[in-house]
């Protein structure tokens, strides 16, 4: 049981990894699925099956209210980083089960395999002032670049960087997005702050392998 309810228009950080530390994304199927269902499943309304929703024409699409607001994401082999914003009671809570829940479905059924697939439900930090926001958001928007993370395994890299450094926002919040680039006075100061934070961490702490546990950056 989650000690400190979510509350609606706060900002979290929320984390899971694979049960036994073990790859969530086997091929980039996997991951492609993974970032649809970011994005399907970030809807009031009930999606249902993929797979049938792909089937009508994206005009015909009911519009359905987000859950959340991404902020910022990456995704790694084996576990996977957000900073979301709950835009209704309960909206974080959903977005996750649905999320977790869907995919550990379709990953089931492709592997020949039951069980569980993330440890538990996800993991949620309240992201309290501004001095941890601007830590959180560099750490999480190029989290890849802190695991020592395998060649053969880069390929099962995505994250919000891409949307940031090219001022381009698809599953990014495009309000939250122009926010965080208003704040950092542009895409090429906020790219360089990213860094800054990467390279403190990895001094502080080295590389860590991806069956670590994350040092998350402290709040002071």
């Known amino acids: 049981m989650r000690k400190q309810s979510i509350v609606t228009n706060e900002y979290y950080h929320i984390y899971n990894r694979g049960v036994d530390k073990r790859d969530i994304f086997n091929n980039q199927r996997d991951l492609n699925r993974f970032i649809e269902s970011m994005y399907e499943f970030n809807k009031v309304d009930g999606v249902g099956s993929l797979a049938n929703l792909r089937k009508i024409e994206t005009k015909y699409k009911p519009l359905s209210e987000p859950l959340v607001s991404i902020v910022a994401y990456c995704l790694n082999p084996n576990h996977f980083h957000f900073i979301l914003k709950q835009l209704m009671d309960g909206g974080i809570a959903k977005f996750m089960q649905k999320l977790q829940g869907g995919y550990t479905y379709y990953f089931n059924v492709s592997n020949i395999r039951s069980g569980a697939l993330f440890q538990g439900t996800f993991k949620s930090y309240l992201i309290d002032d501004e001095n941890y926001f601007n830590k959180i958001i560099g ?64 001094k502080v702490r080295g590389k860590n392998s991806l069956l670590e546990e994350d040092n998350l950056p402290d709040r002071v």
């Not at 360089?192 to 390279?199: M, P, Q």
Request: aromatic residues 12%; contains cysteine.
């Open 139 to 202: 750490y999480v928007n190029k989290n890849y670049k802190i695991h020592n993370i395998p060649k053969n395994k880069t390929k099962f890299i995505f994250a919000s960087d891409h949307e940031y450094e090219n001022n381009n926002f698809k599953l990014v919040s495009k309000k939250e997005g122009k926010s965080v680039l208003k704040i950092f006075n542009g895409s090429d100061n906020f790219k360089k702050h990213c860094d800054e934070i990467v390279d403190i961490i990895r």
